[in-house]
């Protein structure tokens, strides 16, 4: 596809579960982000991946929280022992070039429920 | 601390009239400014954006002001139309990252 594609699009799972969040993003472009939304927030910031550099973590809420990016194109956002509060739709975004002057393009989100 | 906000939750205007968000910034290093509309079950989708070195940016109905001294932007979209009812958020960037506001949803009336 031309977009942004994440999956899967709903999720339900149990405190203390892991979880795996898949994005694709588009092709060719170097730059990958990962933002949640919780409701009643903004888009809080994640993690960024640009090109083979080292991953931009800073956005991560805690250890339970990594992600990785694999031949620089599909990434996985992984969530260990899952808590109420991760409950928050995760947005995945890719956009040419270094840096958030260039604009990210987003995928329809993974809505994550945890019960 | 919430580095970018949007004070207005919710908007509602009449179509054909102007609709005009607000946004508010505490971060002085950010020198790049955009704006995201975002759909029912869809990822936002950029709409317009501003370099710190203009004051102004204009694209067809929607233009965005930006005043640095009060670290304030907003963006006005005339005429409102009904497919403009959506969530519009306010992000800016001064690096790497993009912070976003809470966002406000703007409901045009037909």
């Known amino acids: 596809g031309a977009g942004v594609s994440q999956s899967p699009s709903n999720k339900v799972t149990e405190k203390g579960k892991d979880v795996e969040l898949r994005c694709d993003p588009i092709s060719g472009h170097t730059a990958l982000y990962w933002y949640r939304q919780s409701l009643g927030q903004g888009l809080e910031f994640l993690i960024y991946?640009?090109?083979?550099?080292?991953p931009d973590k800073s956005g991560l809420p805690s250890d339970r929280f990594s992600a990785e990016r694999t031949g620089g194109s599909v990434s996985t956002l992984t969530i260990q022992r899952t808590q109420q509060e991760d409950s928050a739709v995760y947005l995945c975004?890719?956009?040419w070039g270094q840096g958030s002057y260039n604009e990210q393009f987003f995928g329809p989100g993974t809505r994550l429920t945890v019960l | 601390d919430q580095q970018v906000k949007q004070n207005s939750p919710s908007l509602s205007v009449q179509e054909g009239r102007i609709s005009i968000l607000n946004c508010d910034y505490t971060?002085?290093?950010?020198?790049?400014f955009l704006w995201y509309k975002k759909y029912p079950a869809e990822g936002p989708t950029f709409l317009i954006s501003?370099?710190?070195?203009?004051d102004k940016n204009e694209d067809g109905r929607f233009t965005v002001f930006l005043n640095k001294s009060a670290k304030h932007l907003s963006l006005h979209i005339v005429p409102s139309q009904p497919g403009d009812s959506a969530v519009y958020f306010c992000a800016a960037t001064g690096a790497n990252n993009l912070f976003f506001g809470t966002g406000t949803r703007l409901t045009v009336i037909p």
């Open positions: 501003i370099s710190s070195i203009k």
């Open positions: 975004a890719s956009s």
């Open positions: 971060n002085s290093m950010f020198d790049y």
């Open positions: 991946f640009q090109g083979n550099s080292a």
